[in-house]
């Protein structure tokens, strides 16, 4: 059994069955600071993720990724539009404040308010019914089985805290210095209560002495450190500053694993990384095209794709810890399409497409792209760059910081974009989260499409997303799924690059769980014996 395996294969089981005969402090790294501690501001896995320390949804998901109860103790279906879910009682805020309906309630309208980046989580409720403090229904538009599965990562916010505070308004992700109060601080119901926050410094946490339920950690406080360079977080790690650094660069891997007291897990991500291109717009706000948009043309997408050598990419660039991905989601989701192939590398057929389209020449256009969220996502850029330009088209590269990045391209930056990288985990795992949120048209209304940065737009995989939802027969439900992603491939609607991997680094003095939706979960965490 490789090393890497038989770490994660005993983490859990250290985690559980040891007890809580010490107490320490966790330093962990990660490329880039946490957005913010609004747990409604930015639907992106590290933010996401780390708020989950801290805020709880209705439902949770243990260290496999299965559902359980959360803040919600259980919950049935009415009637086809109708879920009840029983809350959880006795549980508290980290400032004492009891949680109850009222907070849930306030939650919801919350996440669907103005600036609010989680509109999607909460999509296709028409509305919500308080029954008692600790009963609450969710009246739906369509039947759905589906409902909850993405309400993990929803977070319920004590409301009583919220207008104390001036917080009821989300904080804008477009607005990286903003004064909301739930910006830099934070109340949840969570394992671990926040007691500093500098932002791009670091962000202190202690465990919640009165959390409700038992955790296997033995921390005493939580010390986060966003450090960009990643020379400078290897060193961190190999000179036993922190206790877990990550992603680790790919060509770093074995230096993480030769180095005594350290070591690197890996394992597959259940995240497609891809490239969306502006097709809303009459005319593309960064190109040289004047009068027109490109990208409305299936034949220039069609170019695009094929001038892509997906597989040098993943051998150079990811260094072999990637898959080609041929459409826009990963093995292990729900309705994966295993019968599609990558896009053929063709850089010949993609110069015929762009002189069919009446570019023979090419044309200029900027690429979006960031160069601390994803795996060597500023190096991909660079190749595409690169590939591209082999075909006439001359792309400008913008690369950001997430913060800066994320604040262009999305809702809240009004897509201010052209052509943009994004990578995509749906937190359901299910197809019908990436249909809904990157593949359909864009309706502000339903909080559909919110993610469609590009606006791409087929009214027949509109028909099929909704099909999808209300679909309770498996068979039937996959057979649309399959259409719907079978429509998008031929349309070139995107250019889906791979699924990459996990690749952290940690001190052997530590046990965690690496989950394939790098999520991480202190709870999970031991230090020392």
């Known amino acids: 059994m490789p090393k890497t395996t038989a770490i994660l294969a005993g983490a859990a089981v250290i985690a559980l069955a040891a007890g809580a005969s010490s107490a320490e402090t966790l330093r962990f790294a990660f490329q880039a600071d946490v957005n913010s501690l609004d747990p409604h501001s930015l639907n992106e896995t590290f933010t996401l993720g780390f708020q989950g320390n801290i805020y709880e949804g209705l439902i949770d998901r243990d260290q496999t990724l299965t559902i359980q109860p959360g803040l919600a103790e259980s919950w049935e279906i009415l009637e086809p539009t109708r879920w009840r879910f029983h809350l959880r009682q006795g549980v508290t805020f980290h400032n004492g404040n009891p949680f109850n309906a009222d907070d849930v309630l306030f939650s919801y309208e919350r996440a669907i308010s103005e600036a609010s980046d989680m509109v999607t989580k909460v999509a296709g409720i028409e509305e919500v019914v308080r029954v008692d403090d600790y009963t609450v229904d969710f009246v739906t538009t369509a039947p759905t089985l589906i409902l909850p599965a993405e309400w993990d990562t929803w977070y319920i916010m004590d409301r009583e805290w919220s207008e104390a505070n001036d917080a009821v308004a989300v904080t804008n992700i477009a607005d990286i210095n903003s004064t909301n109060f739930a910006n830099l601080n934070a109340n949840g119901t969570g394992p671990f209560m926040v007691t500093e926050r500098v932002p791009d410094v670091r962000t202190v946490a202690v465990p919640n002495p009165d959390y409700w339920r038992d955790v296997p950690h033995n921390l005493t406080e939580v010390i986060y450190t966003p450090i960009a360079s990643a020379p400078t977080r290897i060193a961190a790690l190999l000179t036993g500053e922190v206790h877990l650094a990550y992603p680790i660069p790919l060509q770093d891997i074995d230096r993480v694993d030769a180095n005594e007291g350290t070591m690197a897990l890996t394992g597959p991500e259940l995240r497609t990384i891809f490239l969306g291109f ?65 896009y053929a590398y063709d850089p010949d057929r993609a110069r015929e497409l762009l002189a069919e389209a009446g570019y023979p020449d090419g044309f200029e256009v900027r690429l979006n792209c960031p160069n601390d969220r994803y795996v060597n996502d500023e190096a991909t850029c660079q190749a595409v760059v690169a590939m591209l330009g082999q075909i ?37 795992f299910d197809s019908y989260n990436p249909l809904f949120n990157l593949v359909s048209t864009r309706d502000p209304e339903t909080g559909r499409g919110t993610f469609n940065v590009g606006g791409y737009s087929n009214e027949r995989i509109d028909v099929l997303t909704a099909q999808i939802l209300a679909e309770t027969d498996e068979t039937t439900r996959n057979a ?50």
């Open 278 to 342: 502006d097709q809303a717009r009459d005319e593309l706000l960064y190109s040289s095209v004047e009068g027109a948009n490109p990208f409305r043309d299936i034949r220039v997408r069609a170019a695009f794709n094929h001038a892509i050598n997906r597989d040098a990419i993943g051998q150079v660039v990811m260094r072999g810890a990637s898959t080609p991905a041929a459409s826009m989601v990963a093995p292990g989701i729900n309705g994966f399409p295993d019968f599609l192939e990558p």
């Open 392 to 428: 006439g088209v001359t792309v400008t590269l913008q690369a950001d910081t997430r913060s800066v990045f994320f604040g262009t391209i999305l809702a809240q930056g009004g897509y201010d974009t052209s052509f943009y990288m994004l990578g995509w985990t749906p937190s359901s």
């Open 480 to 529: 649309l799924i399959a259409e719907a992603w079978q429509i998008l491939y031929d349309d070139y609607g995107y250019l889906p690059l791979h699924q990459q991997g996990l690749a952290w680094g940690v001190s052997e003095d530590a046990s965690l769980v690496q989950r394939a939706d790098n999520v991480f979960d202190w709870t999970l965490v031991r230090i020392g014996g």
